[in-house]
């Protein structure tokens, strides 16, 4: 097993077990001219994150853990998307209407795609969702269970919508969540951090929580003892 100092207590895993789920690293939401921004966000903070997902990717791709990625996306005729959800945020660009990548959130367009530095490898699932969770509306669930995992290593954006209901999602579901902080982000720094306070508030109600260096530190040591 491999064992991270996380908070608020160890949390331990095995690689055979355990999938990374990377949560809508689309260009919708991370790049200007997506959703994110036609909302009137900064970007930037989910930019920034780039690195440290492209790094924890290339961690779990080496110790050879399931890797699922996300998509927010709905179909062309937005039949999967409630009026009330559309109607939300910017009046004049809204989920389908077109904007500088395309069509807002609609699968296929070049906005909703994931970004090219983190782009899903053969063999890694992606999953399109047509709501918050990674859970509702699709297959994750069945094809996590098919392939026994147990424990899920959580990161993306934005941390207080679409991470945290995955991972609420997840753990309703039995699964044993550790959200990687520093490779979530927020287009509000207060709303990051006291997400990651609610989710690992009264002894990991939903999870842990550990930065990327743990974790690297961790599978480096197992690696040592299991060459």
């Not at 063999?123 to 094809?143: M, N, R, S």
């Not at 999602?169 to 979530?184: H, I, P, T």
């Not at 982000?185 to 842990?208: K, N």
Request: charged residues 20%; aromatic residues 6%; hydrophobic residues 40%.
């Amino acid at each position: 097993m491999i064992r991270i100092d996380a908070f608020p207590y160890p949390y331990q895993f095995h690689p055979r077990s355990t999938a990374l789920v990377v949560i809508d690293m689309q260009r919708d939401f991370v790049e200007e001219g997506g959703f994110g921004s036609a909302l009137g966000n900064d970007v930037r903070p989910l930019g920034a994150i780039v690195p440290t997902v492209a790094a924890l990717l290339a961690l779990a791709r080496q110790t050879q853990m399931l890797v699922v990625h996300t998509r927010e996306s709905h179909l062309p005729d937005l039949s999967d998307c409630p009026r009330t959800k559309r109607l939300r945020g910017n009046p004049t660009l809204g989920i389908g209407d077109v904007g500088p990548m395309g069509r807002i959130l609609v699968r296929g367009e070049p906005g909703n795609q994931i970004l090219p530095q983190l782009t899903p490898m053969a063999g890694e699932i992606v999953i399109d969702k047509p709501g918050k969770g990674a859970f509702y509306a699709t297959d994750l669930h069945a094809q996590l269970q098919e392939r026994g995992i147990t424990h899920l290593l959580v990161a993306g954006v934005t941390t207080e919508v679409c991470v945290q209901t995955s991972m609420r999602e997840a753990n309703d579901r039995g699964y044993e969540c550790l959200v990687v902080e520093d490779a979530c982000a927020s287009y509000f720094p207060a709303f990051h951090r006291a997400t990651l306070d609610m989710l690992t508030a009264q002894g990991g109600i939903v999870g842990w929580r550990a930065p990327l260096a743990q974790l690297q530190s961790a599978v480096t040591a197992y690696a040592g003892e299991h060459p």
